[in-house]
């Protein structure tokens, strides 16, 4: 089935570790978002990237990372430099070309910090 | 930049009955998207509802409709004949048209107002 794949579902990681999550995607899709979901404060755009080697930062950028060296793939990095990185992470992708803009969305990726 | 006002953090219905959730945005853009995303206790958010800003008429998608007002910057939700299965967490989200420049794919979401429908 045609989808969106985040690994790992729970995670975490001692303070000053870094971690990257993963995101599969199989819809063809050109577009690949991810963001951030914290209680009472919706989602917050933290990268998006448009096209393969091509990403930009959104709202909340600072401590995290993203390469996008495969069209199916956009995977997160959460450094050390991130002060508060306990969160709910999603993973989303759209298909640019049908200018419909819906997105879709994997199932998410807890992060604890201990 | 754009914003997304959800004034209503939590609401309830019994089954059955309608049910209409708020929301508010604010832009200086012209042409744009608007959507309804729901994501239940499951968490995998999913889309209810899409809006084009240039279309007049209401969107509609079986049980869910809308109330789009465009000079009002407002964009409800009403869900008719609620089921147990509605109960989860809406937000109502702003993307810009694809032709609008920097920012256009972003999707702006409100802060989600959570309903729970009550046998």
């Known amino acids: 089935d045609g989808g969106i794949t985040q690994s790992p579902k729970y995670l975490f990681r001692k303070e000053g570790q870094n971690v990257t999550l993963s995101c599969e995607q199989n819809l063809n899709h050109d577009a690949m978002y991810w963001y951030r979901q914290d209680p009472g404060q919706g989602l917050r755009l933290i990268y998006y990237s448009q096209i393969v080697n091509d990403f930009q930062k959104g709202d909340i950028a600072e401590g995290y990372s993203v390469s996008r060296e495969k069209k199916e793939s956009f995977p997160l990095t959460v450094t050390s430099a991130q002060k508060n990185p306990t969160a709910f992470y999603l993973c989303?992708?759209?298909?640019?070309?049908?200018?419909?803009?819906?997105?879709?969305f994997g199932e998410g990726s807890r992060l604890t910090v201990l | 930049a754009q914003t997304v006002t959800q004034s209503q953090p939590e609401m309830s219905v019994q089954e059955a009955e309608t049910v209409t959730l708020s929301c508010t945005y604010d832009t200086s853009e012209s042409n744009y998207y608007l959507f309804w995303y729901k994501q239940p206790p499951s968490r995998q958010m999913i889309l209810v509802i899409r809006q084009e800003a240039y279309k007049q008429q209401n969107a509609t998608e079986n049980r869910f409709s809308v109330n789009f007002q465009k000079a009002a910057k407002s964009f409800s939700l009403k869900i008719s004949d609620s089921q147990l299965g509605d109960t989860a967490m809406y937000f109502c989200a702003f993307m810009k048209h694809k032709y609008s420049g920097a920012g256009s794919y972003q999707l702006t979401f409100g802060k989600g107002t959570k309903l729970s429908v009550i046998p």
């Open positions: 989303a992708s759209s298909a640019v070309a049908l200018n419909t803009g819906e997105l879709f």
